[in-house]
Structures are given as structure tokens and as C-alpha cells.
């Protein structure tokens, strides 16, 4: 509870509510003002919602509230009985019924907005079956079609928001690809141009095209072959890795035996029954007071100052009472009370060092778990990926502990930074608070002592107080630590003697080992030094070799290249003498019909059409330039005409008003369209 109403206090104090409250404020907040935070909140999510509440009744904010939950899909208690109490302290504004919806809508208030804006849309009308003619079923229909389109239009617009792609790129890479595709689609024009005219055109683009087909299929042998390689190389140091596991297996199972797996097997036993029949219990029941605790003082209303003070009364009391019992009993100091005591406070250091072991045990075995999770997933992204892992046995158990001790520090660290963090802002508010009170306190407490005549009584008894706790607390530390450098000594003693005696053999066993270890290092060095001499030469050697060839192969490409080009320029060079020779054949011969098919002749022929449509256009030239001037004069004749029929049709048109006017009407004979007798008006 205390979380939920932390959250909400520091949503509510953020843009753009900045209601400025506190944990002590926000919880004395009367109904009304709650549901009208809760309005509040409502409608930034919705702007519909923003309205004052003391301005309808209580019905209408409650069906409005009701209404937008359901659109915005809040789900209440789901039997009957659950959902009219929701109804009913939604409609008092009781605080187990307004703070869950709070925090709900503060968690998730982008995903409302989203949502409340599509209900705009989305939500249909409710139509009354008697209403449902032919025509407002057609129209329904439609309105049902518009909602689905509209559902897909915004698909689509959240799909191009994802995509990351926009108009403007698009676009643009439309436009380099069509040009692309222009420059490819004139080059294949050019070369087709430039084939065309070479014999023997069929055979040589299809030994083109299966050379082309030929390099592809070696490339992707090649690039299979690459991953062959690569596929022998995991699967050998998944081997070796593999290896090295079986023989890290078979050296922790060699110094194994029944008696010993009995007894790791007894005192596992014996821990988890620990853990299971003392510690667990005892923090559940912790947990349970805790509680319990809150939920007491969530059920009990807010305590004004006059409550608060006589609080602190009987805590002060209390601790008196406590003081007086400590000194009574330190002035006592029975010996038997004390041998008794020596025995409790042993007692007590091996339950604490049992719980702190416990807890220890606990801890690993989450970290161990966490631990074993994140393997797990680790390993299900890597088989995902087709990938494989590359670090040795050795090496991988380094990076293992290495990273599981990082880790460890750092969720300790996380954890007590959240903690802190969390438990500062409440304690300063706290802090601040109690020290108001704690000096109002004091000066009326001085006030009672001067009035009483023992000034300073309270100082005295503090530091009185504070002597004897420091005192109790020095003689517990002395205890312990007495007890724990005991302890230590013996087991140090005792550990020492039986490593001593267990690594005997083992060092008489080594010394050989050792020995040998030495030879047949300094054997592999040498090995290894004759093996990278060797390797070194072949690979110098392979790159020169590479080189050479490639250069070879650049320079029969670069001859087979300057061999086509000469041999085509060969062709063009031979088609063009060929077309000169016959033009030269045919400007010769005798014969008209040869003549006539000659280039000189068709070209003579086209400029001489030429030259005589020029001299027509010249002629029609001079003829336009000559009738420009008149002509210009005799249509600005036709529009001084023109302007002088519309203004005697508009004089004509200002007699015939101003006759009816004056009732002096002329006498006109009309025909059968209505039209003046006398058309002598309208001549020039």
C-alpha cells in the first residue's frame, strides 16, 4: 500500500497535474477532492472528462467515470456482489476503490491516450431496433465500412511510424533507381547497336552467359566451401571443449567415494532442514506481523497532532521503563545470572552465525539459479543465431566467475541503491517532521522543568541512558569478540594440521610430475618453435605464388580484352571501307538505276526540296510583312465600329427608360417578337 501510494504521489507532483502533495496530505484528501483528482487524471488521458464533478450530480460522475473505465478497459471485480461495492465507493470515493484505478492509469497513460483516442472512432452508436428503416440500415452499414477503414489506415500509418522510412527518402531512391534504370536500359541499347553488326553474335552470348552462369556457381561454391571451414572449426573446439570436460569430470570423481557423497549428501539434508523447519518459518511469521501492521494502519483513519503527541508520550514511557529494568538488573549482577548469561550470548552468536549462513546459502543458490537462467537463455540466442562458442574450457570458467562476481556486486549495489533511495525521501520528510515536534516538545519540557524547579533533569537522565547502553554494548562486543577469536584459532589450528597431513603424498607425488611437466614443456617449445619457422616459410612462399598468378591472370584478361576491342574495331573498320567502296560503285556505273541509289544523289535531292521550301517561306515572309501594316489599321477600324454600335444600343436602351418614366410613351408598331418599328436608329 505504502509503495502504490508513493507512486501515485509522484506521478500526481510531475507536468502536468504539479499537484504538490505528500504521502500525509494525498491520504487525508476527502472523497471529493480524490474523485476529482481522479478526474483530473481522466482527463489528460481524455480531454472529454475535463469538467468540475461539483458541477453535475453524483449519478452522472459516476456513469461518466464507469463509461470511460469500460472504454479504456479498467477491469473490476467480476462477480455481482464485488462490482456494485466497486460502484458504490467508486461513488463515495473510498480509497481501496480509487487507488488501484490510479495507479493503473498513471502506469500505463500513453497506451490510455492511444486508446482513448481510437475509442473516439472505434466505439459504436447504439441504434434502437424500431429506428432501423431500409435507409438508416444503409447508412449504418456504410458507418460500420468507414470504422474498418479507418482500423486500417491506422494500421498502416503505425506500421510506416515503425518502418522508419520516410517520403522524402523514398522518394529519392525512386528516383536514383529509375535513372539507374534509364542509363542501363541505353548502355544494353548501345552494346545490342554495337553487336548487331558482328558476325557470329548468337554463339558469343551464349558462351557469355555461360561464363557468367559459371562464375556464380564458383562463387557460391566458394562461399560454401568458406563455410565448410568455418563449420569444421566450431565443431573441433566444441571437441576439444568437450574433452576438457570429461577430463575436469573424471578428476573431480577420482578422489569421490560413497562415505564421502554420504556425507555431503547428510549435511545438504541437514542445511535444507535447517532453512525449512527455523529460518523459513520465522521470517514468514515476520512477514505476516509486517503485515498485519499495515494493515492496521491502513485501516485506521489519519491521526491528528493530539493523537501523535500522546504517542510519543507513551514511547518515551516505554523507554524509561526499559531503561529502569536495565539498570535495576546491571545493579543486581548475579553470578549465576551471569554464568547463564555467558551461555545465552553463545547461544546467540551460533543462532546468528547459523542465520547469517543460511541467508548466504540462500542468496547463492538465487544467484546460482539467475545464473543458470541466463545460460540457458544464452545458449537457446546462440542456436537461434547458428553460432557456437569460441572460448576454451579454462578460459570460459575465468570469464564465468569473473562475470558472476561483477554481476553479484552489481544487483547488491542496484538493490540497496533502490532501497536508499526509496527509504530517503520518506525519512527526510520524517526527519523534518520529528524535529519540528521534538523541539516544540523540548520547550515545553524546559518550561515544565523551570516551572518545577529541577532544570537540566532531562539532559541528565539522557546521558545517564546513554552510559548504560554504551556500557551493555561494549561488554556484548567484548563477549563476542572473544568468543569468535577462540574459535577462529582452534578451527585455524585444526585446518592447518589436516592440510599438512592430506598434502604430503600429494607433494611426494608431484615433485616427479613436476619434473617431467618441465621436460616435456621444454620439448612442445621447441616443437612449436620448429613447426612456426616452417609455417612461416610455406606461407610466404603460397603468397608469393598467389601473387605471381594473379598477375599472370590480370594479364591475360588485359590481352584478351585489347584482343577484342582490336578485332571488333577490325569489323567496324571493314563495314565502313565496304559502304564506301559500293557508294563509289554506284556513283560510277551507267546505269540509272544504280545512280539513283546513290547516298550523293538522295542527299543532292533532299537539299534541293529544301532550299525551295525556304525560298516559299521567304516569299510568304515578305508577303505577311507587306499586309501587316493595313491589316493592323483595318481591324482596329472594326473595333472602333464595334464600340460605336454598343454605345448606341446603350443610348437607345437610356431613351426607352427615360420614356417610360415620364409616361410620354412613343408609339412603336410591334410584330410578333415585341421588336421597334423604326430600325433607322441602329444604322451608321
Keep these: 500500500m505504502s509503495e502504490q501510494l508513493k507512486f501515485i504521489v509522484q506521478e500526481l507532483n510531475k507536468e502536468p497535474f504539479n499537484k504538490n502533495y505528500n504521502l500525509i496530505s494525498f491520504d487525508s484528501l476527502a472523497p471529493e477532492s480524490l474523485l476529482q483528482t481522479l478526474n483530473d487524471v481522466l482527463a489528460d488521458i481524455d480531454p472529454k472528462n475535463k469538467i468540475d464533478i461539483r458541477e453535475e450530480s453524483a449519478d452522472q460522475t459516476t456513469v461518466r467515470l464507469m463509461e470511460t473505465l469500460r472504454i479504456l478497459k479498467y477491469r473490476p ?27 493503473w492509469l498513471l502506469q500505463n497513460k500513453s497506451d490510455l491516450k492511444k486508446r482513448a483516442y481510437l475509442a473516439r472512432y472505434l466505439v459504436k452508436l447504439s441504434i434502437p431496433p424500431e429506428f432501423m428503416d431500409e435507409q438508416m440500415s444503409e447508412l449504418y452499414q456504410q458507418y460500420e465500412m468507414y470504422i474498418e477503414e479507418f482500423k486500417e489506415l491506422h494500421k498502416q500509418m503505425e506500421q510506416l511510424k515503425n518502418s522508419g522510412f520516410s517520403t522524402q527518402e523514398i522518394r529519392k531512391d525512386i ?112 512477514k505476516r506481523k509486517v503485515t498485519q501492521d499495515l494493515q492496521k494502519v491502513v485501516l485506521e483513519p489519519a491521526m491528528g497532532q493530539a493523537e501523535l503527541d500522546e504517542l510519543n508520550g507513551k514511547i518515551r514511557d516505554m523507554n524509561t521503563e526499559i531503561n529502569q529494568l536495565i539498570e535495576k538488573r546491571m545493579r543486581s549482577n548475579d553470578p549465576i545470572d551471569d554464568k547463564l548469561a555467558l551461555f545465552r550470548q553463545q547461544a546467540a552468536i551460533i543462532t546468528r552465525k547459523k542465520e547469517v549462513a543460511a541467508e548466504n546459502l540462500r542468496d547463492a543458490r538465487d544467484e546460482l539459479a539467475r545464473t543458470e537462467q541466463e545460460l540457458r537463455e544464452k545458449r537457446d540466442i546462440l542456436k537461434e543465431h547458428d553460432g557456437e562458442e569460441v572460448l576454451k574450457g579454462d578460459e570460459f570458467k575465468r570469464y564465468v566467475n569473473k562475470l558472476r562476481g561483477k ?16 527509504e530517503h525521501g520518506v525519512l527526510s520528510r520524517t526527519e523534518e517532521i520529528l524535529k519540528t515536534r521534538d523541539n516544540a516538545i523540548i520547550q515545553q519540557l524546559s518550561a515544565v522543568e523551570a516551572k518545577k524547579g529541577v532544570s537540566g533533569y532531562r539532559d541528565t537522565q539522557e546521558e545517564l541512558e546513554k552510559v548504560s547502553s554504551v556500557k551493555s554494548e561494549m561488554d556484548d562486543v567484548k563477549g563476542r569478540t572473544l568468543e569468535d577469536i577462540s574459535e577462529m584459532v582452534t ?27 618441465q621436460e616435456i614443456t621444454q620439448e612442445h617449445e621447441e616443437k612449436k618453435h620448429i613447426y612456426d619457422t616452417t609455417a612461416a616459410g610455406l606461407e610466404s612462399n603460397r603468397s608469393k605464388l598467389e601473387q605471381e598468378v594473379r598477375g599472370y591472370r590480370e594479364e591475360v584478361t588485359a590481352e ?28 560510277t556505273s551507267s546505269d540509272p538505276q544504280e545512280r539513283k541509289k546513290a547516298f550523293r544523289e538522295i542527299y543532292t535531292k533532299k537539299i534541293q526540296e529544301q532550299e525551295n521550301l525556304g525560298k516559299g517561306l521567304r516569299e510568304k ?16 477600324m472594326w473595333k ?45
Excluded at 407 to 419: D, F, G, I, M, N
Excluded at 501 to 513: D, F, Q
Excluded at 563 to 576: A, D
Aim: charged share 30%.
Design 77 to 103: 471485480p467480476t462477480d455481482s456482489s464485488n462490482v456494485s461495492a466497486f460502484r458504490q465507493g467508486l461513488v463515495q470515493g473510498n480509497k481501496p476503490v480509487v487507488y488501484p484505478i490510479l495507479e
Design 175 to 286: 528516383a536514383n533507381m529509375e535513372e539507374e534504370k534509364e542509363q542501363l536500359n541505353r548502355r544494353v541499347e548501345r552494346l545490342k547497336r554495337k553487336v548487331e553488326s558482328q558476325p557470329n553474335t548468337g554463339p558469343m552470348l551464349a558462351i557469355a552467359r555461360n561464363l557468367r552462369l559459371e562464375r556464380d556457381k564458383e562463387q557460391k561454391i566458394a562461399q560454401q566451401k568458406l563455410d565448410q571451414k568455418n563449420a569444421l572449426l566450431h565443431t573441433q573446439q566444441r571437441h576439444q571443449r568437450l574433452q576438457q570436460q570429461l577430463k575436469d569430470l573424471q578428476q573431480a570423481s577420482m578422489g569421490a567415494t560413497p562415505e564421502g557423497l554420504l556425507e555431503r549428501l547428510e549435511e545438504e539434508t541437514r542445511v535444507n532442514a535447517y532453512m525449512v523447519r527455523e529460518k523459513l518459518p520465522k521470517e514468514i511469521a515476520m
Design 407 to 422: 554481476s553479484t556486486v552489481y544487483k547488491k549495489k542496484r538493490q540497496e541503491l533502490a532501497e536508499i533511495r526509496a
Design 491 to 517: 578451527k585455524l589450528v585444526t585446518k592447518i594440521s589436516e592440510k599438512k597431513s592430506a598434502l604430503a603424498p600429494v607433494i611426494k607425488e608431484l615433485r616427479p610430475l613436476r619434473q617431467q611437466c
Design 560 to 587: 584478351e580484352s585489347r584482343y577484342h576491342y582490336l578485332h571488333c574495331m577490325k569489323q567496324i573498320l571493314e563495314n565502313q571501307h565496304q559502304k564506301i567502296a559500293d557508294e563509289m560503285k554506284s556513283y
Design 621 to 636: 515572309q515578305k508577303y505577311v510583312r507587306e499586309s501587316h501594316g493595313p491589316n493592323m489599321r483595318q481591324m482596329k
Design 640 to 684: 472602333d465600329v464595334r464600340r460605336l454600335l454598343e454605345m448606341k444600343h446603350s443610348c437607345w436602351d437610356q431613351v426607352k427608360v427615360n420614356e417610360g418614366m415620364s409616361g410620354n410613351v412613343s408609339t412603336y408598331g410591334q410584330d410578333g417578337g415585341g421588336a421597334p418599328q423604326d430600325t433607322n436608329v441602329f444604322t451608321l
